[in-house]
Every structure is written in structure tokens, then in C-alpha cells.
């Protein structure tokens, strides 16, 4: 199975972006759901946004036109740019994959801590 390697957070100023990566180990042109979810101290892990097979994108409302997902399958990477990040965002972002429809995600990794915070 592939696997998922996240990166590129770190400590940002309100209003700032980031952009993050999650690398995957093997091809994922086959793979039907790519996303990202958040979890921050205290809270359950959130879903954040997700680019199917298609290129159809979903967004939690509260990341709705600051976030863009995008998936590169000749890279086998899927971005995630974040734009007016805001202290809120401070999380730590995971990605993960369905197979198909009715797969289930897949097993968590390391993810990677974006702070946002002046």
C-alpha cells in the first residue's frame, strides 16, 4: 500500500500561507480520494479538504476560499496552500487516501504542525 509522508508546516503570522505536502511513497493516479484533515490540542481530528480522482475538490466551510487542495499524480504529491491563515488553522495537518468510494481511509501518519501565531 502507499504510503504518506506530510510536510512542509511551520510557525506563520496571521495573514500568512504556507503550502504543505504529502508525498506518497508509490503511484496515486489510481487513487480515488486524496485529503487533508487537522487535528489542534484538545480537539478530534477534522476534516479539511479533499480532491477526488476527477479533480472535484471539497472544503470544511471554515477553510472555504483560504485553502486550495491540489492533487500532481506525475508527482505523486498532494498540495495543500493555505492562504489568510489564521490562529484558528494551528493544528496538525495529516493527509490520507481512499481507495474508492467505499474504502476506508487509511492508517495516520506523522503529520505536520502548522502554528499560526504572531
Known amino acids: 500500500q502507499v504510503q504518506l509522508v506530510e510536510s512542509g508546516g511551520g510557525l506563520v503570522q496571521p495573514g500568512g500561507s504556507l503550502r504543505l505536502s504529502c508525498a506518497a511513497s508509490?503511484?496515486?493516479?489510481?487513487?480515488?480520494?486524496m485529503a487533508w484533515f487537522r487535528q489542534a490540542p484538545g480537539k478530534q481530528r477534522e476534516f479539511v479538504a479533499n480532491i477526488i480522482s476527477g479533480g472535484s475538490t471539497t472544503y470544511a466551510e471554515s477553510v472555504k476560499g483560504r485553502f486550495t487542495i491540489s492533487r500532481d499524480n506525475a508527482k505523486n504529491t498532494v498540495y495543500l496552500q493555505m492562504n489568510s491563515l489564521k490562529p484558528e488553522d494551528t493544528a496538525v495537518y495529516y493527509c490520507?487516501?481512499?481507495?474508492?468510494?467505499?474504502?476506508?481511509?487509511?492508517?495516520w501518519g506523522q503529520g505536520t504542525q502548522v502554528t499560526v501565531s504572531s
Open positions: 490520507n487516501r481512499k481507495y474508492s468510494l467505499v474504502s476506508s481511509w487509511g492508517s
Open positions: 508509490g503511484s496515486i493516479i489510481s487513487i480515488y480520494n
